[in-house]
């Protein structure tokens, strides 16, 4: 072997050295956004890219980018989603406006903003189909379910009933307002077991094809969902939550634009959640009941907080100026 036939050996070895003992090059850093959602088609902005996120075609993934991880929650009801945001396991949810609104009462203004509307309309009061009550008064011992204690549809059916001139308090009163989960209000409903549900849509129909329900008050103009985003992450990462607001304001005119193949998603979405069938014409029922929105009025949320206010859900007064953010 000749010495520089040697010499090269040693040059080699001691670049492959080099580069076994280089320091690896950083790990590709991505954030993890965690957003929640119901199983109801009054969050069907959830339930479209829940569905598309499953299928590796997801919505705001597209328009995030490659560095942010998109992963989806599913809530009964306001006040868990909520709980969610106050213990940072989730970054948004979809959620009905009074949880929000109480979460930003609860912490003096620190949580519970609202970044984006979503849907208005898809609640109702359904009462048996050979029912009579038709007002507030002819609840008087009575039972109304809502999905949830401090739900939106919960402070409503309080309201309502208090406004119609019936003592309500949050255990009972001349009327029982009975916290239940939207798959038991159907089942207690059918046995005969409530008077009356307050409820949103896929529920609403599903209340009227099978369990012979009539909708006595077709709240169509209440705002039912908004979109929330926790405080921490507007204060630190406010770009970030700008692009999800965005990408949620096109995706809510993209469903506008689509709603048949919105509806197929949503369904799909149902199915996989709930592992219940949804027929087409259900999800198109419900449907018809909805209006999509991306835009939240304070003024509007001001009269809600009057209602809660008057059942007993709100009680101190922080200043309202940011329970809506524009990021």
Sequence with gaps: MTKLFRLLLRAVGAAMCLVAFAPA???FA???????????????????????????????????GADVKIEWYVYNAGPSAMEAIFAKSIDFTYVGPNP????????AGQEGHIVAGAVNGGSALVVQGDSTLKTPADFRGKKIATPQFGNTQDVATR?????????????????????????????????????GVWTVEPWISRLETEANGKVLIDDREAITTVLVARADLLASQRDLVRKVVAAHRELTEWIKANPEEAQKLARDELEAETRTKFAPELVISSWKRIVLTSDASLDALKAMITDAQAVGFLRNAPDLSRLVEKP
């Design 159 to 195: 309201a309502w009933l208090k406004k119609g001139g019936l003592a309500i308090t949050q255990t009972g009163g001349d009327a029982q307002v009975v916290p239940t989960a939207n798959p038991d209000q159907l089942s207690l409903f059918k046995q005969r077991q409530l008077d």
């Design 100 to 107: 929000a609104v109480n979460a930003y009462f609860k912490s």
């Design 25 to 27: 090059p950083p790990a």
């Design 30 to 64: 991505q954030t993890t956004l965690r957003i929640g959602h119901f199983p109801n088609i009054t969050h069907v902005q959830g339930l479209v890219a829940h569905n598309m996120s499953r299928n590796g075609k997801g919505w705001f993934e597209q328009r995030l």
